[in-house]
């Protein structure tokens, strides 16, 4: 029972250095969270289960605020294809990105990517989803 106590207070301890090393504000549960080159992206799909062949958005937040969401798009490498419709983005500010009108329309693995522009690099994020 020590062990996991020592576990658990290992875990409140990193989580809220990691976060004060980058000023990020904690995660929702069910948020998917991304992090390259000091910024980190979360991302939530709304409505909250992707259903193939059912538009749906992602609600997303980056930190630093000042790093640009350019694009959100999704693939499907095995098949070397993506998806049929291009996803609209609109800044909701301070950091807060919306994306409307994906669709995935085949099961299997998908894989999205988050292209930003922060501090004169472009970053390319990169999340694999498998839908059933």
Same mark, same amino acid.
């Given at each position: 029972?020590?062990?996991?106590?020592?576990? +658990?207070?290992?875990?409140?301890?990193?989580?809220?250095?990691?976060?004060?090393?980058?000023?990020?504000?904690?995660?929702?549960?069910?948020?998917?969270?991304?992090?390259?080159?000091?910024?980190?992206?979360?991302?939530?799909?709304?409505?909250?289960?992707?259903?193939?062949?059912? *538009?749906?958005?992602?609600?997303?937040?980056?930190?630093?605020?000042?790093?640009?969401?350019?694009?959100?798009?999704?693939?499907?490498?095995?098949?070397? *294809?993506?998806?049929?419709?291009?996803?609209? +983005?609109?800044? +909701?500010?301070?950091?807060? #990105?919306?994306?409307?009108?994906?669709? #995935?329309?085949?099961?299997?693995?998908?894989? +999205?990517?988050?292209?930003?522009?922060?501090?004169?690099?472009?970053?390319?994020?990169?999340?694999?989803?498998?839908?059933?």
């Amino acid at each position: 029972m020590k062990f996991f106590g020592a576990v +658990l207070l290992a875990l409140c301890c990193v989580v809220p250095a990691a976060q004060a090393q980058t000023g990020c504000a904690a995660p929702a549960p069910e948020a998917q969270v991304l992090r390259e080159a000091g910024v980190q992206v979360q991302w939530q799909a709304r409505p909250a289960v992707i259903t193939v062949g059912k *538009h749906f958005a992602l609600e997303i937040t980056v930190c630093p605020a000042s790093a640009e969401l350019s694009r959100v798009d999704a693939s499907m490498p095995e098949h070397r *294809h993506g998806m049929n419709y291009r996803p609209s +983005l609109k800044p +909701l500010g301070g950091g807060r #990105w919306r994306a409307e009108g994906l669709l #995935w329309h085949m099961s299997g693995r998908w894989e +999205l990517r988050l292209d930003l522009k922060h501090e004169g690099q472009d970053l390319h994020l990169r999340q694999s989803v498998t839908l059933p």
